[in-house]
């Protein structure tokens, strides 16, 4: 059943849809063009996008330097194609964009935030 209602809309968590996707032998880029239309709520921070469980560390440090896990890096540390994939997708108008990175990352957020807003297309007011 389709729902159709202004107050209602999907949320994209990049990180976690690209260890999913990659988890489950899914095209990544895919399932964002498949939810971006409907999509009004964006959580963004670089990943490796592989699943925590692959590697056994003792040390947030080691995470780092392996990549699994939900690091939190900021844009353009680890693999996921920002600028491709900001250029490419379309979301709703007023889409509320949250960046969490890690600690190691805080005085650099404000410029990772700016990378995530500059190619930024909303669809038209619905």
Known sequence: ?????LNLVALIDFSHAYSESIHRGLNFREQLRAMAPVTGHLHVHGSFGRPQGLHRTYLSQENAALGPGD????LGL???????????LVFLPETVLIMRVGPPYHNEQPGSLAQAKKPYRPQPSR
């Not at 059943?1 to 209602?5: G, I, P, Q």
């Not at 690091?71 to 900021?74: A, E, V």
């Open 1 to 5: 059943m389709a729902v159709s209602h």
């Open 71 to 74: 690091l939190q890096l900021l």
């Open 78 to 88: 680890g693999d996921i194609e920002w600028d491709d994939i900001f250029s490419e």
